[in-house]
């Protein structure tokens, strides 16, 4: 199965702020819509935000103002800039992809931790 590449992540106190990134292999084409999940500990996995194409933009209520999500086509990256970061934005986050052919992609997951 091919994964999605997202370093990044890591500890931050609460207030402050964390970029993740995540990058297509170049095997994978189509691409259309790209989004964050994120799993806490004994939650559903939960989505954070969707950018289905370059123009409109979706976030859940949890992270409206605070987090924000971007992409580039050229380099078939999305990203998300997560600022005035909570204890309970603590997760394990996962980005996906979307191909016009039905294809979904996930990456490995990377642990965000926000310090109190």
């Known amino acids: 199965q091919v994964q999605l590449v997202e370093p990044g992540g890591g500890l931050a106190q609460a207030g402050g702020s964390l970029r993740l990134s995540c990058a297509a292999p170049r095997s994978i084409f189509g691409i259309n819509a790209m989004g964050w999940y994120r799993q806490a500990p004994g939650k559903q996995r939960e989505l954070v935000a969707a950018?289905?194409?370059?123009?409109?933009?979706n976030y859940a209520d949890s992270v409206k103002g605070r987090f924000t999500i971007s992409r580039d086509n050229a380099k078939n990256m999305v990203y998300l800039q997560m600022n005035s970061l909570k204890p309970e934005d603590t997760a394990v986050y996962y980005c996906n992809m979307w191909t016009t052919a039905g294809g979904s992609f996930w990456g490995q997951g990377t642990q965000v931790t926000v310090s109190s």
């Open positions: 950018i289905p194409d370059g123009n409109s933009t």
